[in-house]
């Protein structure tokens, strides 16, 4: 049991290791070295960052499908097992990532509402949460590093285990359909997480001198502190998706990864877009409804074909945004 859940990390070769790390972390240097200023992101500069880094996550597509083509790997599944090769692992590189960036849109969103409960949206303040969303994103990293590692892993050791994944996708969908048409604004500074660093250290109510710790914890820092325990539950929330459809660790996670390195640039758009794309949580919906669904059959040992699975994601995510541009939000015409 516990085997078949170690050969798929014992197939993963020092070479893919250093063919992901090296450019990864160059990467992540360069933007932020680029923007180490802190200064207000413009949407020209957002979007540039955003192709970026879409550019760099399609280059390491190109070594996935040379690693997998000379090296078919077997795939354990469910108790399944099937070879794995350039096309295939392509395929399901870019459904990861594709659905780490869909599913990161409303935590996004929560991350803004996060902000706003700061008054980090204010016109003098904005320049902070460049930072905030920086150092967020690299703890976000590190989860969910953790949470697919662990998820790839367990999802051999039974079937069972594939039908409890499902029924927690079903669970984060009947949270999206409840918060849906309910904008109910948080007071993030009244949040748990705040409130119990605030318990066990000196705070500064303060954020003029622009740092986390100034005299005590500043709020830049009580707001970061939100912000990751917050994407710890996002992370948790998107592990059994990109478990259910990717299934190899070395794919899940370099995907996972490469979208999650672009969300500071991905929040800026998104802060900017977020009235025009209205129907765009309700088709993320009705793709965690597939991926439950594709994974109580992968529990009974049916299979979709990975072109299959990354065309119904991308057909889903088109739909929705088309859907968006082309009628109006029913909120909106309700006012």
């Given amino acids: 049991m516990f085997e078949d859940s170690l050969s798929a990390f ?10 992901f790390l090296i450019p990864f972390v160059v990467a992540v240097l360069v933007d932020l070295l680029t923007h180490k200023k802190g200064e207000k ?7 540039k960052w955003s192709l970026i880094w879409v550019g760099c996550a399609a280059a390491f597509a190109g070594y996935v499908w040379w690693s997998f083509e000379n090296n078919p ?3 354990n599944f469910g108790g399944m097992t099937r070879m794995l090769d350039g096309s295939g692992a392509v395929s399901l590189y870019a459904t990861g990532y594709v659905l780490e960036k869909a ?11 996060i902000f706003k409960s700061f008054g980090l949206t204010l016109e003098k303040n904005q320049h902070y949460q460049h930072r905030i969303l920086y150092w967020g994103i690299l703890g976000a990293i590190v989860f969910r590093v953790f949470f697919l590692g662990l998820g790839a892993f367990i999802a051999n050791t039974s079937p069972y285990v594939l039908i409890a994944f499902a029924l927690i996708v079903l669970w984060t969908v009947r949270k999206m359909w409840k918060s849906s048409g309910h904008a109910v604004e948080i007071d993030y500074t009244n949040h748990w997480s705040v409130n ?9 109510p303060s954020i003029e001198s622009g740092h986390f710790f100034s005299h005590g914890v500043t709020p830049l820092f ?24 990717v299934r190899d660790p070395y794919l899940m996670i370099t995907s996972s ?68 541009m082309a009628v109006p939000d029913p909120k909106v015409l309700k006012e």
């Fill in 196 to 204: 119990l660093m605030r318990k066990v250290t000196k705070t500064n």
């Fill in 73 to 75: 790997r077997e795939e």
């Fill in 103 to 113: 599913l990161a849109l409303d935590n996004l969103f929560a991350f803004y509402l």
């Fill in 10 to 19: 014992k197939a993963i070769t020092a070479l893919d290791i250093l063919a």
């Fill in 41 to 47: 992101i413009t949407m020209g500069n957002a979007l």
């Fill in 222 to 245: 009580l707001c970061l502190f939100c912000i990751e325990i917050c994407d710890v539950v996002f992370a948790f929330d998107s592990m059994p998706v990109i478990v259910a459809v």
């Fill in 257 to 324: 990864l490469w979208a999650t390195a672009g969300l500071r640039s991905l929040y800026f758009l998104l802060v900017a877009a977020q009235s025009r794309l209205w129907a765009l949580d309700k088709a993320i919906m009705i793709l965690l409804i597939f991926v439950s669904f594709k994974l109580i059959a992968s529990a009974f040992g049916y299979h979709l074909d990975p072109a299959v699975s990354v065309s119904i994601v991308a057909f889903i995510l088109t739909a929705g945004v088309i859907m968006s």
